[in-house]
């Protein structure tokens, strides 16, 4: 079988899949359309977010048999199509759970404890204790809304912090000793935090609007280590302008490319522009999944997933 590698990974991937046996050839800069010329000759795909894998391409992947995404989700791909051509769609969450559940945590003492606001002021000669007053974990309630790798593996590291946590999500019975499944109207009438662990679907695009915001009983911290198109970035800032959300950690931007590698080439928007001199916010640039280890961790799920169903 022939494997095409569209982005680079750790190395392991190919070295593996080379020991197995399969042919694995590489193509890093060519375009989609290019792609699609050759891609007839091949028997699987490997690939990050470079482009998206549509009907258009999947028609000329006439021997496709799957596709390998290195990394959480699969919404580069139209997922329906290629299920209906018998393509076998291949996915690694469990490759970065750990690392999106520490950065989320991180995020969040950052945020309670101002030690980003602190950081900067006192790199300039300003020191300020009173000012920089934070808040402790310990006994409040943190709602996570999608109970799958990463939101498990959030709440698995708030076990020790004396916290209550609570998921919502759209199956039932996902539940377990780390933390209680509830509905919706529950989660917004107790949570102080709410943390994202959701995909990018229909269901999740837009869906922390200011609709969503005002129906929390409590003002909240809000953290996104998930798809920044979940969140309407203006009504975020006019929820932090009101305080109604009391501070907000993004590892995801509404603004960011298909690819995940880029922002934007225009103008910064007015509400981004808002977060960049907020003091209340902290922003990272979609690496809550991205250390050293989760690196090896998602190719060695790949490979693994592979040599499960082709060897």
Known sequence: MKILHLDTNHPLLISQL???????DEDYTSSKLDVEKTISSYDGIVIRSRFTIDKQFLDAATNLKF????????ENIDCDYAKSKGVYLIAA?????????????????????KLNKADKEVRRGVWKREENRGLELDGKTVGLIG??????????KLRGFNVEVLCYDIKNNVGDENCKQVNLKELQEKADVLSLHTPQTPLTINMVNSEFIKGFK???????????????????VTALKSGKILGAALDVLEYEKASFESLFNSALPEAFQYLIQADNVLLTPHIAGWTIESKEKLAQTIVNKIKARFC
């Open 67 to 74: 596709i390998g995404r290195v990394g959480a989700g699969l």
């Open 93 to 113: 969450p469990e490759g970065n759970q750990n690392a999106v559940g520490e950065q989320t945590l991180g995020m969040l003492l950052s945020l309670f404890n």
């Open 218 to 236: 409590k003002s909240f911290w809000l953290l996104n280590t998930a798809r920044g198109k979940s969140v309407v970035t203006k009504d975020l």
């Open 18 to 24: 080379n020991a197995l046996g399969f042919l694995n």
């Open 147 to 156: 109970y799958g790798h990463m939101g498990k593996a959030f709440a698995k």
